[in-house]
């Protein structure tokens, strides 16, 4: 394919054609008239040799190639808008721009909130979008962060792009506060004989993945999406979880639970923001980079506060 004898005005067409599946439609969507759509659908379906759009009594419906091309030519505009709006400079206190980062419920409240507050300061024109992540982020990683700013993940789940590492933590136990057998800690037996609390995605569980290494196969009882909810999952019941320290201040002020530390040498958690390299000269993703660097480091050098919360909870604890 000769890319430079492709208008690329087409691309922005064939989105519009297969996600609205009307050409009136498509063209008011995109600024083009009736006439001048119909003329795109032609050359659409020249160049493919396939229908696209097949009428189907008073609709049009998408052939298979049809469907195949929807997902792959939105992705396609919104890479092309990256591309074209890319900056040479960029002045953070001037411009007016949304970054969009997926990551789990963890990633946003830990590093998220902490990037919002500095470019609060910094740079009142951004805008952060947080969107949680689909489980296909891991079978096309480069396709997915191609189209947004990164990706909020521990190392171990991707690997082959490049990323900015922010920060560690480290894994604890989560029990009731009353729990009935776990008293100052928790012990390998209770970790295979209790019940469990997971957040689990289809690509990433870390609470299974740890146990695994140690021959524990954990008797799931909940499992959630978000990993704010396992304290509430856990709570009044026999139930235990594992959840990393930073998150662990929030869990003993939302629930009646307990923090100890884990009977073995779990792995801790190396968070990253991956990026593709399309963004690797782009003056304001390069800042974006930079902010995302400092405020790591501030959450690393903030991490000694939180050494010895688990015993800290524990002595408090009414039991």
């Given at each position: 394919m000769n890319l430079s004898r492709l208008d690329l005005n087409l691309v922005v067409a064939?989105?519009?054609l297969l996600e609205e599946r009307n050409v009136t439609r498509a063209g008011e969507r995109i600024g083009l008239s009736q006439p001048a759509m119909s003329a795109a659908l032609s050359r659409l379906r020249r160049h493919f040799d396939?229908?696209?759009?097949?009428?189907?009594?008073?609709?049009?419906?998408?052939?298979?190639?049809?469907?195949?091309?929807?997902?792959?030519?939105?992705?396609?505009?919104?890479?092309?808008?990256?591309v074209f709006t890319s900056q040479a400079d960029f002045d953070p206190t001037a411009e007016t721009r949304e970054f969009t980062l997926l990551a789990s419920d963890y990633g946003a409240a830990v590093f998220g909130a902490a990037l919002a507050r500095a470019l609060h300061q910094e740079a009142p024109g951004i805008r952060l979008a947080f969107q949680h992540?689909?489980?296909?982020?891991?079978?096309?990683?480069?396709?997915?962060?191609?189209?947004v700013d990164g990706l909020l993940m521990p190392?171990?789940?991707?690997?082959?792009?490049?990323?900015?590492?922010?920060?560690?933590?480290?894994?604890?136990?989560?029990?009731?506060?009353?729990?009935?057998?776990?008293?100052?800690?928790?012990?390998?037996?209770?970790?295979?004989?209790?019940?469990?609390?997971?957040?689990?995605?289809?690509?990433?569980?870390?609470?299974?993945?740890q146990l695994s290494m140690?021959?524990?196969?954990?008797?799931?009882?909940?499992?959630?999406?978000?990993?704010?909810?396992?304290?509430?999952?856990?709570?009044?019941?026999?139930?235990?979880a594992m959840i990393q320290e930073r998150l662990a201040r929030r869990a003993v002020r939302s629930a009646a639970?307990?923090?100890?530390p884990c009977p073995f040498e779990a792995v801790p958690v190396q968070e990253a923001m991956w990026w593709h390299p399309v963004h690797a000269q782009d003056a304001a993703?390069?800042?974006?980079?930079?902010?995302?660097?400092?405020?790591?480091?501030?959450?690393?050098?903030?991490?000694?506060?939180?050494?010895?919360?688990?015993?800290?909870?524990?002595?408090a604890s009414p039991r």
């Amino acid at each position: 394919m000769n890319l430079s004898r492709l208008d690329l005005n087409l691309v922005v067409a064939l989105r519009a054609l297969l996600e609205e599946r009307n050409v009136t439609r498509a063209g008011e969507r995109i600024g083009l008239s009736q006439p001048a759509m119909s003329a795109a659908l032609s050359r659409l379906r020249r160049h493919f040799d396939d229908e696209l759009l097949a009428r189907t009594g008073n609709s049009y419906e998408l052939t298979p190639l049809g469907v195949a091309l929807r997902d792959r030519s939105a992705t396609a505009c919104d890479l092309l808008e990256r591309v074209f709006t890319s900056q040479a400079d960029f002045d953070p206190t001037a411009e007016t721009r949304e970054f969009t980062l997926l990551a789990s419920d963890y990633g946003a409240a830990v590093f998220g909130a902490a990037l919002a507050r500095a470019l609060h300061q910094e740079a009142p024109g951004i805008r952060l979008a947080f969107q949680h992540p689909a489980p296909s982020v891991v079978e096309n990683t480069a396709t997915v962060l191609s189209t947004v700013d990164g990706l909020l993940m521990p190392h171990g789940v991707i690997d082959g792009l490049p990323a900015v590492d922010l920060f560690s933590d480290r894994w604890l136990c989560l029990v009731a506060d009353d729990h009935p057998e776990v008293r100052d800690e928790v012990t390998l037996d209770h970790l295979g004989r209790l019940p469990w609390a997971v957040y689990q995605r289809p690509y990433d569980a870390p609470a299974a993945r740890q146990l695994s290494m140690i021959g524990i196969s954990p008797r799931v009882e909940v499992s959630v999406q978000t990993f704010q909810l396992l304290p509430h999952m856990v709570e009044g019941t026999r139930r235990v979880a594992m959840i990393q320290e930073r998150l662990a201040r929030r869990a003993v002020r939302s629930a009646a639970v307990r923090v100890l530390p884990c009977p073995f040498e779990a792995v801790p958690v190396q968070e990253a923001m991956w990026w593709h390299p399309v963004h690797a000269q782009d003056a304001a993703h390069i800042w974006l980079r930079q902010k995302a660097a400092e405020v790591g480091a501030t959450l690393t050098a903030d991490g000694d506060a939180l050494e010895g919360l688990g015993e800290a909870s524990q002595a408090a604890s009414p039991r």
